[in-house]
Antibody
Framework: EVQLEESGGSVVRPGGSLRLSCTVS????????MNWVRQAPGKGLEWVSG????????VYADSVKGRFTISRDKAKNTLYLQMHSLRAEDTAMYYC????????????WGQGTLVTVSS | DIQMTQSPPTLSASVGDRVTITCRAS??????LAWYQQKPGKAPKILVY???NLESGVPSRFSARGSGTEFTLTISSLQPDDFATYYC?????????FGQGTKLEIK
């Protein structure tokens, strides 16, 4: 069974940093591109960042470019999102999502981890 | 960036109704479009990929069509489990933007 489990969310002050993790199981991690998607309270979905199967070509939404870094560790079957210079508008549920092989849509999602940026 | 515009933002309907949600892209995306369903407090769930391919296990009352810039998701006979928020998303080129969502409510 494919499973994705996010962790690392917490309350952090503006300007602070946080690292989110997404540990996967039930599939070959190296085969799939992976993404982070966030959802502010009561709002819609916002794509944040993506990385291809081998860790190359990371891409970012303009809203997080230069502040967030996506990475993956094949040995740990884990996707990361390092977040710096956090702002109130980064407050959201953060989901990791797997890209479907040879397609690109997000066929499996984790349950999310909540990041709250507040003083 | 490609903008995705969904309509309507809210849809009130009854069990048994047929409903259609529309998604328009600001430029051509061929068939690189997905539809997701999200229920309160839950992660989104894929319904349709590559414009009209139903995900395994999705009931046949769901159908989707479109290509280029205009796409639709239709539910032929609403069931109680279908009341949720629906999002379209293109994955033609990064950034993979989502539509703003359509909340399907019980009338």
């Amino acid at each position: 069974e494919v499973q994705l489990e996010e962790s690392g969310g917490s309350v952090v002050r503006p300007g602070g940093s946080l690292r989110l993790s997404c540990t996967v199981s039930g599939f070959t991690f190296d085969d799939h591109g992976m993404n982070w998607v966030r959802q502010a309270p009561g709002k819609g979905l916002e794509w944040v960042s993506g990385i291809n199967w081998n860790g190359g070509s990371p891409v970012y939404a303009d809203s997080v470019k230069g502040r967030f870094t996506i990475s993956r560790d094949k040995a740990k079957n884990t996707l990361y999102l390092q977040m710096h210079s956090l702002r109130a508008e980064d407050t959201a549920m953060y989901y990791c999502a797997r890209e479907r092989l040879l397609e690109g849509d997000f066929d499996h999602w984790g349950q999310g981890t909540l990041v709250t940026v507040s003083s | 960036d490609i903008q995705m515009t969904q309509s309507p933002p809210t849809l009130s309907a009854s069990v048994g109704d047929r409903v259609t949600i529309t998604c328009r892209a600001s430029q051509r995306i061929d068939n690189w479009l997905a539809w997701y369903q999200q229920k309160p407090g839950k992660a989104p769930k894929i319904l349709v990929y590559k414009a009209f391919n139903l995900e395994s296990g999705v009931p046949s009352r769901f159908s989707a069509r479109g290509s280029g810039t205009e796409f639709t998701l239709t539910i032929s006979s609403l069931q109680p489990d279908d009341f949720a928020t629906y999002y379209c998303q293109h994955y033609n080129i990064y950034p993979y933007t989502f539509g703003q969502g359509t909340k399907l409510e019980i009338k």
